[in-house]
T-cell receptor, first 112, second 114 residues
Framework: GDSVTQMEGPVTLSEEAFLTINCTYT??????LFWYVQYPGEGLQLLLK?????DKGSNKGFEATYRKETTSFHLEKGSVQVSDSAVYFC???????????FGKGTTLSVSS | EADIYQTPRYLVIGTGKKITLECSQT?????MYWYQQDPGMELHLIHY???????EKGDLSSESTVSRIRTEHFPLTLESARPSHTSQYLC?????????????FGEGSRLTVL
């Protein structure tokens, strides 16, 4: 069935370090893909998205490329900040098109 | 961008009480959703609605119920709360124009049942 698998956390980095959070998905066709971020005590916010293969989503220094060959949508940032500390969720639209399916979330902690 | 409001943000209540979590949106989006977020942060779809008088159960079985009498409101009700209902509940709407499945979330209601 439809699913999203992302790397387990927590991920602990120093400020200005490079970040990668892996995400892979099962696919029938080419679903839209998303990264959401949840800051402490808040709801989820859309970070970036890609709606077709080879698209690159980007926002706030984060990037992710929709790679159909590897069914992946890895999140990257070249230089993380303390303010990036949050939980990151990879998501895809389900096959029925009725809702988003989320990965289990990856907690990122950045220290100065 | 949707404006979505959830109340209460935090609720601590005793076992057996009836509770209603409110979700309101001001953008007129037809599609609305309730997700339950467990302590491990995983999100599970428990209810969704495509519009007025439409409600469907999600992937995770839930003892809660929902109603959609007006486009703006999508309340979730637990008739008799139990400790196993302790969780964060997130309401969301879908942007019909973007047509990509993107969801807009409220800030959540954190429920603790003693």
């Amino acid at each position: 069935g439809d699913s999203v698998t992302q790397m387990e956390g927590p991920v602990t980095l120093s400020e200005e370090a490079f970040l990668t959070i892996n995400c892979t998905y099962t696919a029938t066709g080419y679903p839209s893909l998303f990264w959401y971020v949840q800051y402490p005590g808040e709801g989820l916010q859309l970070l970036l998205k890609a709606t077709k293969a080879d698209d690159k989503g980007s926002n706030k220094g984060f990037e992710a490329t929709y790679r159909k060959e590897t069914t992946s949508f890895h999140l990257e940032k070249g230089s993380v900040q303390v303010s990036d500390s949050a939980v990151y969720f990879c998501a895809r639209i389900n096959q029925a098109g009725t809702a988003l399916i989320f990965g289990k979330g990856t907690t990122l902690s950045v220290s100065s | 961008e949707a404006d979505i409001y959830q109340t209460p943000r935090y609720l601590v209540i005793g076992t057996g009480k009836k509770i209603t979590l409110e979700c309101s949106q001001t953008m007129g989006h037809d599609k609305m959703y309730w997700y339950q977020q467990d302590p491990g942060m995983e999100l599970h779809l428990i209810h969704y609605s495509y519009g007025v008088n439409s409600t469907e159960k999600g992937d995770l079985s839930s003892e809660s119920t929902v109603s959609r009498i007006r486009t703006e409101h999508f309340p979730l009700t637990l008739e008799s709360a139990r400790p196993s209902h302790t969780s964060q509940y997130l309401c969301a709407t879908q942007d019909p124009i973007a047509n990509t499945g993107e969801l807009f979330f409220g800030e959540g209601s954190r429920l603790t049942v003693l």
